[in-house]
């Protein structure tokens, strides 16, 4: 599986960057995942055939074994990317990230990972450590050691 991570930044802070480089060698056996931050979110360009889903605040938080089965469930589908693209709260407000290029003809889902407002570059690394549980539940893993 193919994981892409998209956020709205110029560059990721250091630290998380740490944190992000930790998950991303955990998860390294079971997907292949990149962290794209973006300057201007606007101008990704997305392959339909991947899955996407934005991950916001406000919106009802997906939990481990939730986002197991959607990745499994993924799989079953013949689906072999996904991509999570991180928006700022403007963009949430009122669903206009709908109108965005990358959005347009494409079915998005979307969920949350906390319901708290984070930034993007810390989403990021919660979103990491979920993909990271999921895959633990997926293969049967305990997560704590």
Same mark, same amino acid.
């Given at each position: 599986?193919?994981?892409?991570?998209?956020?709205?930044?110029?560059?990721?802070?250091?630290?998380?960057? !740490? #944190?992000?480089?930790?998950?991303?060698?955990? =998860?390294? +056996?079971?997907?292949? !995942?990149?962290?794209?931050?973006?300057?201007?979110?606007?101008?990704?360009?997305?392959?339909?055939?991947?899955?996407?889903?934005?991950?916001?605040?406000?919106? @009802?938080?997906?939990?481990?074994?939730?986002? #197991?089965?959607?990745?499994?469930?993924?799989?079953?589908?013949?689906?072999?990317?996904?991509?999570?693209? $991180?928006?700022?709260?403007?963009? $949430?407000?009122?669903?206009?990230?709908?109108?965005?290029?990358?959005?347009?003809?494409?079915?998005?889902?979307?969920? #949350?990972?906390?319901?708290?407002? !984070? @930034?993007?570059?810390? +989403? #990021?690394?919660?979103?990491?450590?979920?993909?990271?549980?999921?895959? +633990? =539940?997926?293969?049967?893993? +305990?997560?704590?050691?």
């Amino acid at each position: 599986m193919d994981i892409t991570i998209y956020l709205e930044n110029k560059k990721i802070d250091r630290d998380y960057n !740490l #944190a992000l480089s930790e998950y991303k060698k955990r =998860i390294s +056996t079971w997907c292949n !995942l990149k962290i794209i931050p973006e300057k201007n979110i606007e101008k990704i360009t997305l392959k339909k055939s991947a899955k996407t889903y934005v991950v916001c605040s406000q919106k @009802e938080t997906i939990s481990s074994t939730d986002l #197991a089965d959607l990745i499994s469930n993924l799989n079953i589908n013949g689906f072999s990317s996904i991509n999570f693209i $991180i928006l700022p709260d403007r963009y $949430i407000l009122m669903d206009s990230w709908k109108s965005l290029n990358f959005a347009k003809d494409m079915d998005i889902e979307y969920f #949350a990972v906390s319901s708290f407002n !984070l @930034e993007g570059d810390l +989403t #990021a690394v919660v979103l990491s450590e979920q993909l990271y549980r999921a895959y +633990t =539940i997926i293969n049967n893993i +305990t997560y704590h050691k």
